[in-house]
């Protein structure tokens, strides 16, 4: 389930006058791929701290402003660059969404009842008993 979906992005871009179709700079299937780039950008911001994806409902609600805006200034980056160069606007956008990401990470602000990610370093194993490797001894080899 996605933090944002493409009419919160258009939102966004509302002052461009810029609608994502099939044949548009952006198509409607581009706008999927940085959508879903951007869940996995924060997912993997979040990781460490929380259990991703993030499914609580208020802690979603905080997340869909800070997805709409990293994946609106790609967009806007896109559609305006070759016009006008580098944008203040994306770069305001991409500005507050990692100060707000960062608040979170660093349990600045309230994230509503996400789950806290597990803290439990758990060795890794292939063994069924889940025994790790490195308490084998030499004769089990």
């Known amino acids: 389930m996605s933090y944002h979906v493409q009419s919160d992005v258009e939102a966004l871009l509302k002052q461009l006058n810029f609608t994502f179709t099939a044949n548009s700079k952006i198509t409607v299937t581009d706008l999927a791929k940085y ?5 996995r950008y924060i997912d993997s911001r979040l990781a460490n ?3 991703v994806p993030v499914a609580d409902v208020e802690a979603k609600a905080i997340l869909l402003p800070v997805a709409a805006q990293l994946t ?3 967009c806007w980056r896109i559609i305006y ?3 006008q160069g580098e944008s203040n606007k994306a770069k305001e956008w ?3 969404s990692e100060k707000v990401l960062s608040m979170i990470i660093n349990k600045d602000m309230k994230f509503g009842q996400a789950a806290k990610a597990s803290s439990v370093n758990t ?3 292939a063994m069924a008993d889940s025994e790790a490797i490195w308490k084998m001894n030499t004769d089990q080899w």
């Open 94 to 96: 991409e500005s507050q």
């Open 81 to 83: 660059a070759a016009q």
């Open 72 to 74: 609106a200034a790609k």
């Open 35 to 39: 959508i879903a780039d951007t869940d």
């Open 49 to 51: 701290t929380y259990t």
């Open 123 to 125: 060795p890794y194993s």
